[in-house]
């Protein structure tokens, strides 16, 4: 399912166990929440040592990597649409269009440096 107006992927969630309820949620914004914990686990097993340091830029790197392509996916999609969304709401002016573009320039920024940092762990 996807939105009508910015085309982004939207997911149904349940609300609530009991009545039947669903709240919409954008793919991109779970996704950016699943990889908080799983960036937090590693940060926590670094500091314990559990996590050898180069296994733990791997971990890094790969997870720029991820929030470089969410945000490449965000940003085109705000650029092909002409809005962007933001917490506060949805900016269908110039502004957005720029936000987005920055968006899609810094995920960009992110993924060569995930990549760069991969390269170099390997």
Known sequence: MTCGSCRRPLML????????????????DLSRIV???LLGGAIVAFVMGR????????IVALAL??????????????????????????RKD????RIAIGNTVFGGAAIALGAVGLLMTR
């Open 13 to 28: 969630v349940p609300a609530s166990l009991v009545e039947r309820r669903y709240r919409i949620f954008s793919l991109i």
């Open 94 to 97: 110039r502004v957005g269009r």
């Open 51 to 58: 996590v050898m340091p180069d296994t733990f830029a791997r």
């Open 65 to 90: 990597l991820t929030y470089g392509v969410l945000d490449v996916w965000d940003g085109t999609a705000g650029i092909e649409s002409g809005c962007y969304r933001a917490r506060r709401g949805v």
């Open 35 to 37: 990889m908080l914990p």
